[in-house]
């Protein structure tokens, strides 16, 4: 099965389509169709059904509230921040609250019950862990990344609805997440596994082998540029001025946003982005299908595995150890909050620290004497 050019969630069979919705909370929604069917009839059942399911769990969240409590109160929330880019997240984590506080009062909710749960989550969980079978649920601490989420989500309610009400949350410190290390790998791991990849494309049932990889042009274009697997599929043609050594990157809405950018390129880019071009690869594509295609490299080539956000973390990474310029790093990534980008200064300095720990070995290790 392979999937139809700018299409997401929707594959082409032997007969015709078939097309998937995966929302949180619900099991995998699949349905075939069999030739002849118009496209536009399929994405127009993935997006009906996407809409009921998330309609269903908003009735699910509101079901039965009673005045004045925290049940009655989400539903009063989530249509208020439904513009968020992260919306589908945040009603997922709001949602966790509610077996918790349930028919609570929102504003007798205090700082040591909250407090409780999120050492609760950081030490016996429950989580969810994927098993033969499907989902289910374990004592196991989750990471501290994801309760800091749930508080966060939990201290934006009662901004938005009790603004003027001291926020429990606030008293409340959040996990301790450790230094964050980005995933970078050597840009002599990079080229190996580039150079790996196939330069063919997928074989189709009944047609010729296409003779270049799509996917192989995409990690090229990813691995000397910097740019999420999102951006590139935003890119218009308009935006890659390969002639120009440089590319247009639009702006950002996730998280706190970003704005738009101007990302220069390396002879390595300017030939890859060239390549993009030239195959006319613009729009979106399986971010799967790549790293699957990577992974299969990297087995070959016998070297650790790497994906598309491994090319992202290691181009910054070697941009700010080649600079000693940490902001630089932060324009070319796009990050609006410098905290962001602090992250890569520990993987931008690592060879120098080995460096030093290695001369220091030496020192206290001294000569060995001859016999």
């Known amino acids: 099965m392979t999937k139809p050019k700018g299409l997401r969630g929707i594959e082409t069979t032997a007969t015709g389509y078939r097309a998937y919705v995966r929302v949180k909370g619900f099991p995998l929604k699949t349905k075939r169709f069999r030739h002849p069917v118009d496209v536009a009839e399929v994405r127009l059942w993935r997006e009906t059904t996407r809409s009921k399911l998330i309609v269903r769990r908003e009735e699910q969240i509101a079901d039965a509230p009673t005045p004045e409590t925290f049940r009655a109160d989400v539903p009063r929330y989530l249509p208020a921040v439904k513009a968020l880019p992260s919306y589908t997240e945040r009603v997922r984590d709001i949602s966790i609250w509610l077996p918790v506080f349930d028919t609570t009062p929102s504003l007798e909710i205090d700082a040591l019950t909250i407090r409780t749960m999120r050492d609760q989550w950081l030490t016996v969980g429950p989580r969810w862990v994927q098993k033969k079978g499907g989902r289910v649920l374990v004592n196991k601490p989750l990471a501290a ?100 050594n440089l590319i247009i990157v639009g702006a950002r809405r996730k998280g706190r946003g970003a704005p738009g950018r101007v990302v220069p390129l390396t002879k390595e880019g300017r030939a890859a982005f060239r390549e993009l071009h030239r195959r006319a690869l613009y729009g979106e594509f399986n971010v799967g299908v790549v790293n699957r295609a990577l992974a299969l490299a990297c087995e070959a080539a016998q070297l650790p595995r790497i994906t598309c956000y491994t090319f992202r973390h290691s181009y910054i990474t070697g941009v700010v150890r080649a600079t000693k310029n940490l902001k630089l790093g932060g324009m070319l990534a796009g990050h609006r909050d410098d905290r962001t980008t602090h992250r890569y200064r520990m993987a931008a300095e690592l060879e120098v620290l080995q460096h030093g720990v290695g001369r220091f070995g030496k020192a206290v290790g001294g000569r060995k004497r001859r016999a």
């Open 145 to 244: 990344g994801t309760v800091n989420h749930r508080l966060r989500a939990l201290s934006n309610f009662f901004t938005v609805l009790y603004p003027k009400h001291d926020n429990p949350v606030k008293d409340v410190e959040e996990a301790d997440a450790g230094e964050p290390v980005p995933r970078s790998v050597s840009y002599v791991v990079i080229k190996a596994v580039l150079k790996a990849m196939t330069d063919q494309g997928r074989a189709l049932k009944d047609q010729l082998r296409e003779d270049f990889s799509a996917a192989k042009v995409r990690a090229h274009c990813l691995a000397w540029s910097g740019v999420t697997p999102t951006e590139l599929e935003r890119l218009q043609p308009a935006d890659n001025r390969w002639r120009e």
